[in-house]
Every structure is written in structure tokens, then in C-alpha cells.
């Protein structure tokens, strides 16, 4: 089964995340040696979404598909995760 969200990384300072239609860019800068995952890099969507809510929720949701994507797929092994 696919996930309900798709992710690419178009350079190496940024990823691009796609849920329901939606655009959000993450600033992480992957020529650091330790990736550091957290809420705080959920800031909003691109427009013509950007007026849309994210939750707390919406932020865990997100980031964890984010660390899921870099580890199980990518194979990525610094990563760290902070969910707090």
C-alpha cells in the first residue's frame, strides 16, 4: 500500500513534502552530518493553501512520515527525532 503523502528532496537544503494536494517545504540541510527532526519544521503550506491550520497533531503526523521516509526508505542512519 502507498502512503497518502508523497516526498522528494529537489536540493540538498530542503525536502519537499505533498499530502492531499497540499505543498510544504522543510528546511533541512542534508550535508549536515546529523539530520534533527522536530514540529518546529512544520511551518505552513505553499499557497495557495498557506491560510490552512496546521495542529499539533498535523505536526507530529507529518514529521514522523518525514523520519519515516529518510530512515525505512531513504536508509538515512543520523537521524534524529524529537516529537516533544
Not at 10 to 16: A, T, V
Not at 18 to 21: A, D, H, L, N
Not at 74 to 77: A, E, L, Q
Given at each position: 500500500m502507498s502512503p497518502d503523502y508523497e516526498i522528494r528532496i529537489?536540493?540538498?537544503?530542503?525536502?519537499?513534502y505533498?499530502?492531499?494536494?497540499r505543498v510544504m517545504v522543510l528546511e533541512i540541510d542534508f550535508r549536515d552530518p546529523v539530520l534533527y527532526l522536530d514540529r518546529?519544521?512544520?511551518r505552513?503550506?505553499?499557497?495557495?493553501?498557506?491560510d490552512l491550520a496546521i495542529t499539533?497533531?498535523?505536526q507530529v503526523r507529518i514529521i514522523s512520515n518525514v523520519y519515516d521516509y529518510l530512515v525505512r526508505q531513504?536508509?538515512?542512519?543520523k537521524v534524529e527525532l524529537d516529537l516533544s
Open positions: 529537489p536540493h540538498f537544503y530542503c525536502l519537499e505533498q499530502e492531499q494536494g518546529t519544521l512544520v505552513g503550506w505553499q499557497p495557495p493553501d498557506r499539533p497533531t498535523d531513504r536508509g538515512f542512519d
